[in-house]
Nanobody, 125 residues
Framework: QEQLVESGGGSVQAGGSLRLSCAAS????????MGWFRQTPGKERVGVAS???????RYADSVKGRFTISQDNAKNTLYLQMNSLKPEDTGMYYC???????????????????WGRGTQVTVSS
């Protein structure tokens, strides 16, 4: 069973930066998708960025040019570098993973079988 542990959340002012980390443990599939999702109270969980085992990367339009997703295979860690943060970026950020590569193409939360517990990001105006 794959386990995901997130860290790096916090409170920043608009224009600031944060780097989220997601440490993965357990069985590692040769093919996989990992992604970051954001959720605020009363709203659906939306995909922010994803990366697969072939280093194909996708971003939500709202974060293109500001966020960068990456992975360190030696550390089994997923990252999300968030720059030029805006108040609308505020929310609980979840790390997710699934051995099905389709998850990275559709970016819907229903495609991911493994989830972290979330890390809070708050951006003040």
């Amino acid at each position: 069973q794959e386990q995901l542990v997130e860290s790096g959340g916090g409170s920043v002012q608009a224009g600031g930066s944060l780097r989220l980390s997601c440490a993965a443990s357990g069985y590692r599939y040769s093919s996989y998708c990992m992604g970051w999702f954001r959720q605020t109270p009363g709203k659906e969980r939306v995909g922010v960025a994803s990366i697969d085992s072939y280093n194909n990367i996708r971003y939500a339009d709202s974060v293109k040019g500001r966020f960068t997703i990456s992975q360190d295979n030696a550390k089994n860690t997923l990252y999300l570098q968030m720059n030029s943060l805006k108040p609308e970026d505020t929310g609980m950020y979840y790390c997710a993973a699934d051995p099905n590569l389709a998850a990275c193409y559709y970016k819907d939360y229903g495609w991911f079988g493994y989830w972290g517990r979330g890390t809070q990001v708050t951006v003040s105006s």
